[in-house]
């Protein structure tokens, strides 16, 4: 199994930034890839980026070139460095390890509003 937490969320004004963190325990070797999703309210979640365990990474277009994925050299952590956030980026971001299996957590609510 693959654990992973959430933390870093809360509430930020347009142009501001935030970098949500990723913390994973348990078989990370397995890991193929770990990525955040994100889901507005009414909304399905959507894909925002990864990094694979050859440290190859993905941004979304909607948030390239604002947002950026990053791990420490042990792949139990894993950031999510968010800038000039905008209104519609507000929802619940998760982290996700994917071994074959997907793993998520529980969430961290992000909330862009003035």
Request: aromatic share 10%; proline share 3%.
């Amino acid at each position: 199994q693959v654990q992973v937490v959430e933390s870093g969320g809360g509430l930020v004004q347009p142009g501001g930034s935030l970098r949500l963190t990723c913390q994973a325990s348990g078989r990370i070797f397995a890991v193929a890839t770990m990525g955040w999703y994100r889901q507005a309210p009414g909304k399905q979640r959507e894909r925002v980026a990864f990094i694979t365990s050859g440290g190859t990474t993905d941004v979304s277009d909607f948030v390239k070139g604002r947002f950026s994925i990053s791990r420490n050299n042990a792949r139990t952590t894993v950031w999510l460095q968010m800038n000039n956030l905008e209104p519609d980026d507000t929802g619940v971001y998760y982290c996700n390890a994917y071994d074959g299996r997907d793993w998520w957590g529980q969430g961290t609510q992000v909330t862009v509003s003035s």
